[in-house]
């Protein structure tokens, strides 16, 4: 068994060695190749906007904090007065790489910066990306960004505000557990110019996730000529679709409506299903027959207690001193359930428990049949929609001026990074690949565990299984080994080595060699060890040899060995 033992122990640090010298060799070529300090990113192209916040006096020059107050709200909360800071992320940060944190909580809080040039919808896709983390979790609120639309009444960027006119919205939203992914976009009434909010339909993956784990996540926008659209989470497709079929309420409204004008007329019968006609009532069916009736079959149990009130005067209770009769009445103490009903099943007058009663029918009322002048159910005749317009290119949206954060949270420290707007996919691909998919491979390789370590190694040495199978062998099998040993425990090879607490028959044990020589009568009671300790006290005339004391006189199965005082 020691061989096996020693074998595996063997094996394992063997495979521990390789193990460290695997991870020594990747150390030492990490080491080899020495990683490059954190350079800011910089757009391939193109774009409206490229801001990655790493320069504090860049943001201070370029964003522009709100100034305004909301409308028809107490005073206290109107104001635009959230915190923004430019700081490091709490975890996985890099020297110089920064970003724009929102710092207060419940506070409205709004900061935008114009773009380099209006975007126009015309042959050009729109692209929107940014990075947010919830370093925090989040509680309640939202982290969206809005894309505000090209207006000369609304140009002051000092007076953004939650009824600032916006083009798109779109970001990550909660409140509860009601999670959300925002693509919402306003639609001008070709007919009237009257502006209405379209809601993308929602995803069906889980958003959960992206609002609790703590880590950077990377929200992509993609909105084409053709009418569809792509929204991307850490660069995986979450949902698509078009602007024409995927929203509520749609684009374009429905060709014909119910006509407001028209009415039920007042022979239609719309009922399905109506009383025969025809149907009688039964002579013995007797609609006056209770539901319930005393079960005669009751009987008072013995124990009752009839002439005992189920409840008594409070025995405790005393008349308030300001009492007054004239105007409290005559004074009556509180009731209290009566002890003596406590064990019994009842007091007071007994009455009979009831039953269904078998003659109770109800209310007799005819069946029913199908109607034959029934119609069907009524509806107002259509007509043309008067509102009707048919939008083909719903992407023709109203032009974009400036991009911003108009947001309130319960949670704080909410972290923006890295927003880009473009016309070129492949543009904000190439930024995603140098900001955000290098901060994830960081955060890989922290969070690299020993774990997954082994996992790797097992993978590229499948010998490991062995090892494995056998540390798992070990417990059982030395549970079996000493299982198997404590059975052999009570085996001796000398009868007359045999305890005599562990004899087979308690008089075998009286007639032992051991009680004859030292004359003692089985059939007296034995002394107990603390009666022979205080009477050797007492004499001093024994001495109790060490090797010899069996505590078997306690339970009474054998004497106690000594050697007699030369005295």
């Known amino acids: 068994m ?19 010298a695997d991870e020594s060799s990747d150390s030492n070529a990490g080491d080899a190749i020495q990683k490059p300090a954190y350079k800011s990113p910089e757009p391939s192209g193109f774009t409206y906007l490229a801001e990655h916040f790493d320069s504090e006096e860049r943001f201070t020059n370029s964003w522009v904090l709100s100034e305004a107050k909301k409308d028809d709200i107490d005073e206290d909360i109107a104001k635009y007065d959230g ?24 506070r409205h809080a709004a900061v935008s910066t ?62 509860g557990n009601d999670h959300k992914l925002h693509f919402i976009f306003r639609h001008k009434n070709p007919l009237n110019g009257t502006i209405t909010e379209k809601h993308c339909k929602k995803s069906k993956d889980k958003l959960e996730d992206y609002f609790k784990d703590k880590n950077p996540h990377l929200y992509t926008l993609i909105v084409r ?11 995986k497709l979450l949902n698509s679709g078009s602007l024409l079929d995927d929203f509520d309420p749609p684009v374009n409204p429905p060709l014909e409506i119910e006509d407001p004008n028209d009415k039920q007329p007042e022979d239609w019968d719309d009922r399905e299903k109506i009383p025969d006609p025809m149907a009688e009532k039964p002579d013995d069916w007797d609609e006056d027959a209770p539901a319930q009736i005393v079960d005669e079959e009751d009987v008072m149990p013995e124990d009752w207690l009839v002439d005992e ?7 405790d209770s005393v008349k308030p001193d300001d009492w007054d009769v004239e105007m409290d009445g005559e004074w009556e103490a509180p009731e209290v359930p009566n002890p003596k009903c406590a064990d019994v099943p009842g007091c007071g007058p007994y009455k009979q428990k009831m039953k269904k009663n078998p003659r109770y029918k109800g209310k007799w009322l005819p069946p029913l049949i199908n109607n034959p002048n029934y119609k069907g159910k009524w509806k107002p005749k259509l007509v043309h929609n008067p509102d009707y317009f048919n939008d083909e290119q719903p992407f023709k949206m109203l032009p974009i001026s400036a991009v911003g ?26 930024w995603a690949d140098a900001t955000f998919e290098v901060r994830r491979v960081k955060i890989a390789e922290e969070n690299w565990s020993t774990w997954r370590r082994i996992a790797a190694f097992t993978a590229d040495h499948p010998w490991m299984w062995a090892v494995y199978i056998f540390l798992i062998a070990i417990p059982v099998v030395l549970l079996m080994y000493f299982c198997c040993l404590s059975e052999d425990k009570t085996d001796f090879k000398d009868e ?34 603390e009666e022979i300790e205080d009477t050797e006290k007492e004499t001093g005339t024994e001495e109790v040899i060490e090797s ?16 007699p005082n030369k005295e």
């Not at 020691?2 to 460290?20: D, E, G, K, N, T």
């Not at 009130?309 to 025995?315: A, D, F, K, Q």
């Not at 949670?411 to 927003?419: E, G, T």
């Open 309 to 315: 009130p189920p409840m008594i005067p409070n025995p």
């Open 225 to 235: 000529p053709d009418n569809t659209y792509v929204i991307k989470v850490d660069n």
């Open 496 to 529: 007359d080595e045999k305890p005599l607490g562990m004899a087979d028959d308690f008089d075998e044990a009286m007639e032992s060699e051991d009680l004859q020589a030292l004359n003692i009568d089985p059939t007296e009671q034995r002394p107990t060890i």
């Open 83 to 106: 915190i923004w800071s430019i700081e490091e992320p709490k975890k996985h940060s890099e020297d110089g790489d920064l970003g724009l944190v929102l710092k207060s909580k419940a």
């Open 405 to 430: 954060f108009e947001l309130w949270s319960m949670s704080p420290d909410i972290y923006f990074d890295n927003i880009i707007v473009t016309d070129d996919e492949k543009i904000a691909k190439v």
């Open 548 to 563: 010899d004391k069996d505590t078997s006189l306690i339970s009474g199965d054998g004497p106690r060995r000594r050697k």
């Open 2 to 20: 020691a061989r096996i033992v020693a074998c595996v122990v063997l094996v394992c640090l063997s495979a521990c060695s390789i193990l460290s």
């Open 114 to 175: 114009p773009l380099v040039k209006p975007f126009y919808f015309e042959d050009n896709p729109l692209v929107v990306q940014y990075e947010v983390n919830f370093q925090e979790g989040q509680e309640c609120g939202g982290a969206y960004l809005k894309l505000l639309t090209l207006d000369d009444k609304h140009g002051d960027l000092k007076q953004f505000q939650d009824k600032t006119p916006y083009t798109i919205m779109f970001g990550p939203d909660k409140c």
